[in-house]
């Protein structure tokens, strides 16, 4: 659906986007993750055709953005990080103006209007003002802006940005019910959030793309050995004594105590070693009861300083 | 465009500009009006349109400062610019209501050579001149101000930079009055203005290569006419300042005579200014 081919972005000395290649296929939601500044908002504009790239070039359903520049336009929803929003109209009014300039048809204007504004939830402050609506209503009228024609590309950058918990629960959910009919390419710099919406994950670090992955895999991959967590009832030392005595473990510490009379363990074992069933029988011969067992991925956010991190050494 | 035409159009009277605009306009029109025609009991109606011109210096500012600058300031141009519209379309929009506001404000005036009319005889057809010309001077005000508008995201910048941009081509006719037109200054005037056009597109391009080879065929250029035609540098300078010479078209007007150079050359003033501004929005996506 989307192609981005060797996209560069220089402004004078500086490059923004260094020769990223990615495509994202129909019906998918990929996430676009990166620290502030390392050029996910500008990958963005080039895609959606707002800047130009200095070189290579974005195809959006066969129509390359330099030479058909209206039709990769029509076919691409952009609700950039600052809603767009003209502060002297009304919602409803301004929404009227969006359909106008997206060439929308006037006999299905108003039904998909209706629709629109049913879905974000802001039929109700439609006669209002645009300058007196509260942020996280600003947010989703330019998501509503985003959604007009129903375009089948979305591209989101930072939709949940300056939100409350609810509310950015609610556009979470709205997201991910969008993702049905519609490719999205979101961003952001939450990693629960992508993890949490997106099939896909492509982080970004300084204009380049460093990891490209469903979020389980790039925590599996970088991961390397398995490690599990456990609560055990019993004294710490005779605890941590038996479990390094067991085959296949590479490393037991302790992890402090959160429960009296407990003492909480992260145990790394060798590489495709299944060690929990040796862990159980030997601890309940010795009457050291596991309270809980859980395997532990790396968080996006340990992957993330990872891929980061590792950049960095490289360059 | 005519998205964009209305939604602006809208907006000068959702916000004070438009009132501010058409009340500055009225008030000074009506005020010459009653000095010059009502209570000197005079019929021409001519030297009104011709003096009150000096209130483009101030009201132009106030209707295109906000017309692109506001855009790039609250991001919104993010909206046009991902839409399936063209600059072209965006631009013309914006103009055409400028000019709309304008002509409104113009029509209402139209009642002062009716109350005149009560009263004797007014030459009908050198009125409907003299407003068309003041129509297309008006314009061609606002194609200048459009242009420094889409330059800056700084209405204040806008207004400001469009009132020295207009005061300067204001006193254009007494500064070419004070303008050298011997031969040599002439040449000097031609070879800085090879040097410029050379340097914009160093600065534009950062290719020497290219700015070298047209600063050369520049140079060519003038000494090819030199040889060719001596005398085509005397008065070059002056020549060249009154292409920009919008108040001096505006005479003709005044004098009752509707010929057709004058319209064309303001239509041709706005339409290239016009283009610069699709130019300058275009040329910031790229850099």
């Given amino acids: 659906m989307i192609q981005v081919i060797d996209v560069t972005k220089r402004y004078g000395q500086h490059v923004a986007v260094d020769h990223v290649n990615f495509t994202v296929e129909k019906g998918e939601i990929l996430g676009f993750l990166g620290p502030n500044g390392a050029g996910k908002t500008t990958t963005m504009n080039i895609i959606t055709g707002y800047i130009s790239a200095t070189e290579g070039t974005v195809k959006v359903d066969g129509f390359d953005i330099l030479e058909e520049p209206e039709e990769v336009k029509k076919r691409i929803g952009y609700m950039p990080e600052f809603p767009p929003l003209y502060m002297d109209m009304t919602v409803q009014e301004y929404l009227d103006f969006v359909s106008d300039i997206k060439k929308i048809d006037r006999a299905t204007k108003k039904k998909s209007m209706e629709k629109i504004m049913d879905l974000v939830k802001i039929g109700h402050v439609r006669n209002r003002l645009i300058k007196n609506l509260s942020k996280g209503y600003k947010q989703r009228v330019g998501l509503a802006q985003a959604l007009i024609g129903t375009p089948p590309v979305l591209i989101l950058d930072e939709p949940t940005v300056g939100l409350d918990p609810k509310q950015i629960i609610e ?79 590479k490393n037991a510490e302790a992890q402090g105590v959160k429960e009296p009379g407990t003492v909480d363990i992260l145990v790394e074992a060798e590489k495709d070693i299944d060690v929990r069933r040796p862990l159980f029988y030997a601890l309940s011969r010795a009457e050291y009861p596991i309270l809980y067992m859980r395997s532990v991925d790396l968080t996006l956010e340990e992957i993330f300083l990872q891929v980061t991190t590792e950049e960095r050494e490289v360059s | 465009m005519l998205a964009v035409f209305k939604r602006e159009l809208k907006a000068y009277f959702a916000s004070p500009t438009g009132y501010i605009f058409m009340g500055f ?20 109606y001519l030297s009104v349109l011709s003096s009150i011109t000096f209130v483009f210096l101030i009201v132009v500012p106030i209707l295109t400062m906000r017309l692109m600058s506001e855009e790039s300031r609250q991001k919104t141009d993010q909206l046009l610019l991902t839409s399936p519209l063209s600059v072209t379309g965006i631009v013309l929009g914006k103009y055409f209501a400028a000019v709309m506001v304008f002509l409104l404000t113009l029509l209402i005036t139209c009642l002062y050579p009716i109350i005149l009319s009560f009263f004797g005889t007014i030459a009908v057809w050198e009125i409907v001149g003299g407003y068309i ?127 057709l150079s004058p319209i064309v050359y303001y239509i041709t ?4 200014f016009l283009f610069l501004t699709v130019r300058v929005i275009e040329k910031r996506r790229w850099s």
């Fill in chain 2, 269 to 272: 003033f706005s339409a290239v």
């Fill in chain 2, 25 to 44: 306009f009225l008030l000074i029109s009506g005020i010459f009006f009653a000095l010059s025609n009502l209570l000197t009991a005079s019929p021409n």
């Fill in chain 2, 133 to 259: 010309g003041f129509f297309l001077l008006g314009a061609a005000f606002i194609s200048i101000g459009l242009f420094i508008s889409s330059l800056t995201d700084n209405q204040v910048i806008a207004a400001v930079v469009t009132f020295g941009a207009l005061l300067f081509i204001w006193i254009l006719d007494w500064i070419i009055g004070g303008i050298p037109t011997d031969r040599v200054s002439g040449i000097v005037f031609a070879c800085a203005l090879v040097v410029g056009v050379a340097a914009l597109v160093y600065f534009t391009t950062r290719n020497i290569f290219v700015s070298a080879v047209i600063a050369v065929i520049g140079f060519g250029i003038v000494a090819g006419i030199y040889f060719a035609n001596k005398y085509f540098f005397d008065g070059f300078i002056v020549r060249t300042l009154e292409w920009f010479s919008l108040l001096s078209r505006y005479e003709t007007f005044m004098m009752g005579i509707l010929s």
């Fill in chain 1, 171 to 249: 556009i979470r959910s709205l997201i991910k019910e969008l993702g049905k009919e519609h490719t999205i390419i979101l961003s952001s710099h939450i990693l629960p959030e992508v993890s949490a919406i997106c099939g896909r994950v492509i982080i970004i670090n300084k204009g380049r793309i460093v990891a490209s992955d469903t979020p389980e895999n790039l925590s599996k991959r970088l991961s390397g050995t398995g490690r599990l967590s456990l609560r055990v009832a019993g004294p710490e030392k005779q605890v941590l004594k038996l479990i390094r005595e067991i085959e296949g473990v």
